[in-house]
Nanobody, 121 residues
Framework: QVQLVESGGALVQPGESLRLSCTTS????????MRWYRQAPGKQRELVAT???????NYAGSVKDRFTISRDNAKNAVNLQMNSLKPEDTAVYYC???????????????WGQGTQVTVSS
């Protein structure tokens, strides 16, 4: 059974920083692209940042130059460093990974349960 578990969400003030982490567990054969999404109340889930297995990254325009995605391939983990946080960054942040397992070697999307980030003064 594969699990993605996010951590690091918190209540912070505007301008502060947070680091989200997503760890994986299970009989994983390989992980390709890993992503962070977020969903604010009443809004659709949006893609925040992407990192490929080779380390190439891409960001939503609203977070570019403030957020940094990174991954630890040895630990099958992905992180999101969020700086200069704004109230509009408030959302539940979800980790997503395309991966294959022993039981399902083709590879498919897996999601974490989400972690709440609230930016408020």
């Amino acid at each position: 059974q594969v699990q993605l578990v996010e951590s690091g969400g918190a209540l912070v003030q505007p301008g502060e920083s947070l680091r989200l982490s997503c760890t994986t567990s299970g009989s994983i054969l390989w992980i390709s692209t890993m992503r962070w999404y977020r969903q604010a109340p009443g809004k659709q889930r949006e893609l925040v940042a992407t990192i490929t297995s080779g380390g190439s990254t891409n960001y939503a325009g609203s977070v570019k130059d403030r957020f940094t995605i990174s991954r630890d391939n040895a630990k099958n983990a992905v992180n999101l460093q969020m700086n200069s946080l704004k109230p509009e960054d408030t959302a539940v942040y979800y980790c997503n990974a395309v991966l294959a397992t022993v039981a399902s070697p083709v590879g498919r999307d897996y999601w974490g349960q989400g972690t709440q980030v609230t930016v408020s003064s």
